[in-house]
């Protein structure tokens, strides 16, 4: 059974850095293309950066710059770092990933909230 589970959402002023974190259990992420997506109330569900199998990295435009997501295979972690943090980044980021072995189905995790104060 696949699950993701992120970590490190909170609280932080605007400026400010924080690093989500998104473990994998019953899949690993090598061979599969993870992703961070972000909901904000009243909007849709966004990309905000996704890493392939092959390490190529992509990046919504509104965080390009600021936002960087990485991958450990070892830990079977993928990570999103994320500076200058502004109030419009506030939003439910979650963890996302998709390949063969989830028969191209995208798999989500629980989310974590991020709030950005002005």
């Known amino acids: 059974q696949v699950q993701l589970v992120e970590s490190g959402g909170g609280l932080v002023q605007a400026g400010g850095s924080l690093t989500l974190s998104c473990a994998a259990s019953?899949?690993?992420?090598?061979?599969?293309?993870a992703g961070w997506y972000r909901q904000a109330p009243g909007k849709q569900r966004e990309s905000v950066a996704t890493?392939?199998?092959?390490?190529?990295?992509y990046y919504a435009d509104s965080v390009k710059g600021r936002f960087t997501i990485s991958r450990d295979n070892a830990k079977n972690t993928v990570y999103l770092r994320m500076n200058s943090l502004k109030p419009e980044d506030t939003a439910v980021y979650y963890c996302?990933?998709?390949?063969?072995?989830?028969?191209?189905?995208?798999?989500w995790g629980q989310g974590t909230q991020v709030t950005v104060s002005p």
């Open positions: 019953g899949i690993t992420f090598s061979g599969n293309t």
């Open positions: 996302s990933i998709i390949g063969r072995s989830t028969g191209w189905s995208v798999q």
């Open positions: 890493i392939s199998s092959g390490g190529s990295t």
